[in-house]
């Protein structure tokens, strides 16, 4: 018998204590389905890979400080400024540090593409379906992500210490005071003190850095093991079942494919980061109380939010010796319950359909028309509220009023929803008829033909099987009106 060398003898010494060989042969070779819409998943890791690796970086030179100094540095125009340290040593990362400014920038980069990834991945997975049952959970994972984006962003945009953070930063105070009883509590609280504060920024480097990242890379790792756990869903086929998945192996065929797209990704955010300029902050200047910048907008995935605050009417009403801001109460209750429905859509769903069974073939969208069009109706909501969060600069670029402006997106937010679900879903009914149609008769082919007795029909030629098996396989149910037999 042969003596085992070394390196397989350590093999077996590890594969004795971890089961590392038991584990490689179970998963390594772990199928994933092979269709393009499955990428937005791995854009969102890559990016937050791409966030991490360049966070690290602009650590390194970041001072969280709110004591002022006197600024000397390569930016000539703000020498002899007094600032913040936050934003002196932003200036030094854009201007003095070696590369410092490509890092800064492919760090937004990266999180306005990691949030915007994150939206659509959830939007693919809401119109497909793969948030039911196994895989409620997980939807709440990815929803918790995506809420810990939103805040995340929120915190690294405000850590420069710019005009612009600064008048975003007194917007989120605003919006606490407006909170009954304890508004002046919580903001006391949140930045030390009054308005600005000294504190504001080490805060919220601390969550930024540390406490949300990590709450956020667990819930990665949470996410890919329930992933592992339930199996890719995939889209019907011909040999797609419920107890299958139909793909390339893990190992090295998906490996392979999953690094050279993590590099792409990698070189597109890069590319962009290069050559576009985002968040200029030596343009804003420092935060000064008494100051605002002109046409301050935050990044789009906060645009809703603060398009809630701009075109709700500046009502106010006063209870038991209180007064209510309703102009920005309004808006932080809608604000959440716009995400939190999000969140509950899959058991919402489940309660009204009755649907109990486990779902890994995933639907197309035309044949849930109520559910299609009710997320579209979200969508529809979320764009117009982004467009009122930016109307001063959609008055000036138009050259409209911006009470137009405004009350047309009021309008739009009661209106344009109800619009959009009732198309969706007749364009949903009609493309189910259509799909009807070519399973009974076939597809057209132009070709006209004279029959015997003097009629002329067009010849239709049948589909292939595959084809028919995809337009077919789906379970006809009454969505959310009738419920479908328990299982």
């Given at each position: 018998?042969?003596?085992?060398?070394?390196?397989?003898?350590?093999?077996?010494?590890?594969?004795?204590?971890?089961?590392?060989?038991?584990?490689?042969?179970?998963?390594?070779?772990?199928?994933?389905?092979?269709?393009?819409?499955?990428?937005?998943?791995?854009?969102?890791?890559?990016s937050f890979v791409v966030?991490?690796?360049?966070?690290?970086y602009l650590t390194l030179?970041?001072?969280?400080?709110?004591?002022?100094?006197?600024?000397?540095?390569?930016?000539?125009?703000?020498?002899?400024?007094?600032?913040?340290?936050?934003?002196?040593?932003?200036?030094?990362?854009?201007?003095?540090?070696?590369?410092?400014?490509?890092?800064?920038?492919?760090?937004?980069?990266?999180?306005?593409?990691?949030?915007?990834?994150?939206?659509?991945?959830?939007?693919?997975?809401?119109?497909?379906?793969?948030?039911?049952?196994?895989?409620?959970?997980?939807?709440?994972?990815?929803?918790?992500?995506?809420?810990?984006?939103?805040?995340?962003?929120?915190?690294?945009?405000?850590?420069?210490?710019?005009?612009?953070?600064?008048?975003?930063?007194?917007?989120?105070?605003?919006?606490?005071?407006?909170?009954?009883?304890?508004?002046?509590?919580?903001?006391?609280?949140?930045?030390?003190?009054?308005?600005?504060?000294?504190?504001?920024?080490?805060?919220?480097?601390?969550?930024?850095?540390?406490?949300?990242?990590?709450?956020?890379?667990?819930?990665?790792?949470?996410?890919?093991?329930?992933?592992?756990?339930?199996?890719?869903?995939?889209?019907?086929?011909?040999?797609?079942?419920?107890?299958?998945?139909?793909?390339?192996?893990?190992?090295?065929?998906?490996?392979?494919?999953?690094?050279?797209?993590?590099?792409?990704?990698?070189?597109?955010?890069?590319?962009?980061?290069?050559?576009?300029?985002?968040?200029?902050?030596?343009?804003?200047?420092?935060?000064?109380?008494?100051?605002?910048?002109?046409?301050?907008?935050?990044?789009?995935?906060?645009?809703?939010?603060?398009?809630?605050?701009?075109?709700?009417?500046?009502?106010?009403?006063?209870?038991?010796?209180?007064?209510?801001?309703?102009?920005?109460?309004?808006?932080?209750?809608?604000?959440?319950?716009?995400?939190?429905?999000?969140?509950?859509?899959?058991?919402?769903?489940?309660?009204?359909?009755?649907?109990?069974?486990?779902?890994?073939?995933?639907?197309?969208?035309?044949?849930?028309?109520?559910?299609?069009?009710?997320?579209?109706?979200?969508?529809?909501?979320?764009?117009?509220?982004?467009?009122?969060?930016?109307?001063?600069?959609?008055?000036?670029?138009?050259?409209?009023?911006?009470?137009?402006?405004?009350?047309?997106?009021?309008?739009?937010?009661?209106?344009?929803?109800?619009?959009?679900?009732?198309?969706?879903?007749?364009?949903?009914?009609?493309?189910?008829?259509?799909?009807?149609?070519?399973?009974?008769?076939?597809?057209?082919?132009?070709?006209?033909?004279?029959?015997?007795?003097?009629?002329?029909?067009?010849?239709?030629?049948?589909?292939?099987?595959?084809e028919l098996h995809t337009?077919?396989?789906?379970?006809?149910?009454?969505?959310?009106?009738?419920?479908?037999?328990?299982?």
């Amino acid at each position: 018998m042969e003596t085992p060398g070394k390196g397989e003898r350590v093999a077996d010494w590890l594969d004795g204590r971890l089961g590392i060989h038991s584990l490689g042969r179970k998963y390594l070779r772990k199928v994933f389905p092979d269709h393009w819409s499955f990428l937005l998943g791995e854009i969102c890791l890559y990016s937050f890979v791409v966030l991490i690796l360049s966070g690290v970086y602009l650590t390194l030179f970041f001072h969280p400080s709110m004591n002022e100094v006197t600024y000397h540095g390569g930016y000539v125009p703000l020498n002899g400024v007094r600032m913040s340290e936050a934003y002196a040593s932003t200036l030094d990362i854009s201007f003095d540090v070696r590369g410092g400014l490509l890092i800064r920038q492919l760090h937004h980069w990266a999180a306005l593409v990691f949030v915007a990834a994150m939206l659509t991945h959830m939007m693919r997975h809401f119109f497909t379906g793969s948030f039911r049952r196994p895989r409620e959970i997980n939807w709440l994972f990815g929803w918790t992500l995506l809420l810990l984006g939103l805040f995340e962003g929120l915190f690294g945009y405000s850590l420069p210490d710019d005009l612009l953070s600064g008048t975003g930063l007194r917007f989120v105070n605003g919006a606490l005071l407006s909170m009954p009883v304890v508004g002046t509590y919580l903001s006391m609280f949140l930045f030390g003190g009054e308005f600005p504060g000294h504190d504001i920024v080490a805060r919220f480097y601390s969550l930024h850095i540390l406490l949300i990242p990590g709450v956020m890379a667990a819930l990665v790792v949470a996410h890919l093991i329930m992933v592992v756990h339930h199996k890719h869903t995939q889209f019907a086929g011909p040999g797609r079942t419920e107890r299958n998945v139909i793909g390339t192996p893990f190992m090295p065929v998906y490996l392979a494919k999953a690094g050279g797209f993590f590099f792409l990704v990698f070189g597109a955010l890069s590319l962009v980061a290069a050559v576009a300029t985002v968040n200029p902050v030596w343009v804003y200047g420092p935060f000064r109380p008494d100051q605002v910048s002109t046409g301050a907008q935050p990044d789009w995935y906060l645009g809703f939010a603060e398009g809630l605050v701009r075109v709700m009417p500046g009502w106010e009403i006063t209870l038991w010796g209180h007064t209510l801001v309703l102009g920005v109460l309004v808006p932080v209750v809608v604000f959440p319950l716009l995400l939190v429905f999000i969140g509950i859509y899959p058991f919402l769903e489940s309660r009204v359909t009755g649907g109990r069974r486990e779902h890994h073939l995933l639907d197309r969208p035309r044949n849930r028309p109520v559910r299609t069009a009710v997320g579209a109706a979200w969508i529809s909501l979320y764009l117009i509220l982004l467009a009122g969060g930016g109307n001063d600069i959609v008055a000036t670029r138009l050259h409209l009023s911006i009470n137009t402006v405004t009350w047309t997106v009021r309008v739009a937010v009661f209106l344009l929803p109800a619009v959009v679900f009732v198309v969706t879903r007749r364009i949903c009914l009609g493309l189910q008829l259509r799909d009807r149609e070519l399973v009974l008769h076939g597809r057209e082919t132009g070709v006209i033909k004279r029959l015997p007795h003097g009629e002329y029909v067009e010849v239709h030629q049948p589909l292939a099987q595959a084809e028919l098996h995809t337009l077919t396989a789906h379970r006809r149910q009454g969505e959310l009106v009738e419920r479908e037999p328990q299982s």
